[in-house]
Each structure stands twice: as structure tokens, then as C-alpha cells.
């Protein structure tokens, strides 16, 4: 049934079917009832669990900052610890400073990027299964509230920024259009993923105008290997919510 479902589809790609299988196979273990059965000796140390244990008036909002979900927080920290490493001095151990104070923001910007999407995509959210529970589509929260969490994480992600030299604090500030324009980019184009790419991976180019500003330029193969890394797993990720959607 999978292998007529993808001939139906991809027509014209033969070699697609087997990798179209591998992808489903791996969505499907990942998403299996027995994977997390055999996580659940460590559920309580879990963020998830962490959420769901808060009072219940903070629940819509942690939610809303996808607390919950801390997978995105390490997507966008990562990148920053191999520009941070990769910037300090030969035979140096990394700025342990700038490596705290990126995790830092990391969280504050993933949680505001989550909120401005959220508040951009409630009316295509409504009809998705898969996202009709969120706090904003869900009626959970109101715009307002939402507008205010974000107020909040962008007022502190600033303080955070401003705690760099002021090439950084531009070149973060820049980074904001990015996270605006990805919800669009959705809607409009056949490649979000450039987007997305781009905005995951700007801490980057932040954490080099920090620590290397006389050889900012000398950071971009790094930038473009990560927004080419970022492209690959959300077109995986796609593919694998394609498939569960529609049981193909």
C-alpha cells in the first residue's frame, strides 16, 4: 500500500519510494507508542512534565513559549556553541560567558519566534489537527495576552544583546525580520525551510561579531554549512508530518 501510495505520487521518481519508506519508518519509531513507553522511567525529569506540574494559570502560557518542547531552544544553541568554539583562540577553552548568555537567549528568542508564528498562523491553526490545541487557536489565550509574553521575552532577549558590543546588537536586531517573515514564507514559497534555516542559525553570526568583529566575513561558510544542515532535517520533518497526516 505505501509503494502504490508513492508510485501514485511521485510518478515520475522510482528511487524516491525507498527513501520515502526510510523517512516514514523513522517517523513511525520515533513516534511509536513503545518509544515513549520506554521513556517513561525519565518522563518525570521531562519538560513536559515540568509544564504540566506548574499552576494551572501558567500552563497556556509555558505552552505559548513552547516551554514544553525545548527541541527548537537546542536547534537555535547549538549553532552558537560551534561559532563560539570555533572563535576562540588557538589552544583556548571557549568565552564560558558568551556560551551562558547565548543559551540564554536562545530560549528567550526561540520562545518569541514560537509567539509571533502562533500569532501570525492562529487562523490556518484552527483547522489543523495537529495544532488546534495550541493556546492561541484554541481560545486558551487572546491575542493580547500573547502580544505581552512577547513584549516580555523580546524586552528581555535585548537585555541579553546588550550585554554584546554594538556590531552584535545589529546584527541581532536583524535577525527579528527573519523570524517575521517566516510564517509568510510558508504561505508564499515552496522552500520556507531557506527561511527557517536562516533564522535558527543567526546566533551564528551573532556570537562571531562578538568575539571575531574584524573577521566577521570569515564566519559565513560556518553560517551557510548550518542553514544547508537546517534545509535537510525540517525537509525531513515535513516529509514526516506529510506522512502521518495523510497515512501515506
Known sequence: MLIRSCLELQPNIVKAISWNYLVYRTSAVISSKNHFQARKPYSWFSAKNLVQKAPLSWQPYLRLMRVDSPTGTWLLFWPC???????APAGALPS????ALFGI????MRAGGCI???????????LVERTKYRPLPSGELSNKDAVVTL???????????LQFNWFSVAVGSS??????LYPFAKRCT????VILGITLNYGVLISWAHLQPNNFFEVTPLFIATVLHTIIYDSI???????????F
Open 105 to 108: 537567549g536562545s530560549f528567550l
Open 175 to 180: 535577525s527579528l525580520i527573519f523570524a517575521v
Open 237 to 247: 520533518y515535513s516529509h514526516q508530518v506529510f506522512c502521518r497526516l495523510f497515512h
Open 190 to 193: 515552496y522552500w520556507p525551510q
Open 96 to 99: 564560558m560567558s558568551a556560551l
Open 81 to 87: 556553541t560551534w561559532s563560539i568554539g570555533l572563535a
Open 151 to 161: 513584549g516580555f521575552l523580546l524586552s528581555a532577549s535585548l537585555a541579553v544583546l
Open 116 to 126: 509571533i508564528n502562533d500569532i501570525l498562523d492562529q487562523k490556518y491553526d484552527k
